[in-house]
């Protein structure tokens, strides 16, 4: 999922693990710090904020209160899914189920997508309740379970597996606002939060919010 992301950075100045912690504006523009680096150098025209409304709540704060207040009110939920790797194809009667019983959501068969070859891989999401409710759990737990409730459905022991925690995965419910822009401090929020929770709805509302910024900054 991260390779649009990945080709749409090429040929720009990315500074990838470094963690924003503050945002502060005087009369040269804003000024960021980062966990990792400290000041980064120079002040700029217009800032984005384009990560989960939790993260992005306790930024604001610092920079301007209305929008703080708009991404503190939006609940987000964790998702835990399972990646599983087979020695050979499993014979399941689908590529894909809603499941949305006991832990499980949703079961994809990863390799069965187009263009994908090799061992035969499935997907398995966590429901957003149960997900939540065992967020703080241990990575080989959380895959004992839905490994368990998947071979419910027939499909035998996985050769090898692995875990991911998404800490906020959904909205509940996503807002419909496609993005914030406030031209008088030069400062957008953009996101999936902001835009019907989806990856698409995500896309929309960074390229939208692009848009309005160059205008803004006379570059469109
Ligand atoms: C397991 C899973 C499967 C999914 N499958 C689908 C699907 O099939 N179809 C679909 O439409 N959607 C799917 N989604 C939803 C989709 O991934 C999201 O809607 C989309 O990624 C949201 O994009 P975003 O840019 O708003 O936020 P994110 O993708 O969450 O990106 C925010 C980024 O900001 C970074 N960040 C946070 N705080 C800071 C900080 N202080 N400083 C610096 N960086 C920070 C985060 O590390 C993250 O990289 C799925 C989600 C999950 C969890």
Redesign the pocket.
């Known amino acids: 999922?991260t390779a649009p992301a990945r080709l749409m950075a090429e040929g720009h100045d990315v500074r990838l693990e470094?963690?924003?912690?503050g945002l502060r504006r005087d009369e040269a523009g804003w000024c960021i710090s980062?966990r990792e680096g400290g000041e980064v150098a120079g002040r700029y025209a217009a800032v984005v904020i384009?990560?989960?409304a939790p993260?992005a709540a306790p930024?604001l704060q610092q920079a301007v209160g209305d929008m703080a207040t708009l991404a503190a009110a939006v609940r987000m939920q964790g998702?835990w899914?399972v990646m599983l790797r087979f020695a050979s194809p499993i014979d399941l009667p689908f590529d894909a189920a809603f499941i949305n019983q006991g832990p499980l959501r949703w079961a994809a068969r990863d390799s069965s997508k187009p263009g994908r070859s090799g061992m035969e891989t499935w997907l398995l999401?966590a429901t957003a309740e149960w997900s939540e409710a065992h967020i703080e759990e241990a990575p080989e737990s959380v895959a004992e379970v839905l490994i368990s409730a998947f071979a419910t459905l027939g499909a035998p022991s996985p050769a090898a597996w692995s875990a991911?925690r998404?800490r906020?995965?959904d909205s509940a419910p996503a807002l419909a606002l496609n993005h914030v822009w406030n031209s008088t401090v030069g400062l957008g929020l953009?996101?999936?939060?902001l835009n019907g929770?989806?990856?698409?709805?995500?896309w929309l509302?960074?390229r939208d919010l692009g848009l309005q910024v160059a205008a803004a900054l006379g570059s469109a």
């Open positions: 999922m470094h963690t924003v912690t980062t384009a990560v989960p993260q930024l998702s899914a999401h991911h998404w906020y995965a953009c996101g999936d939060w929770g989806k990856v698409e709805g995500a509302s960074g």
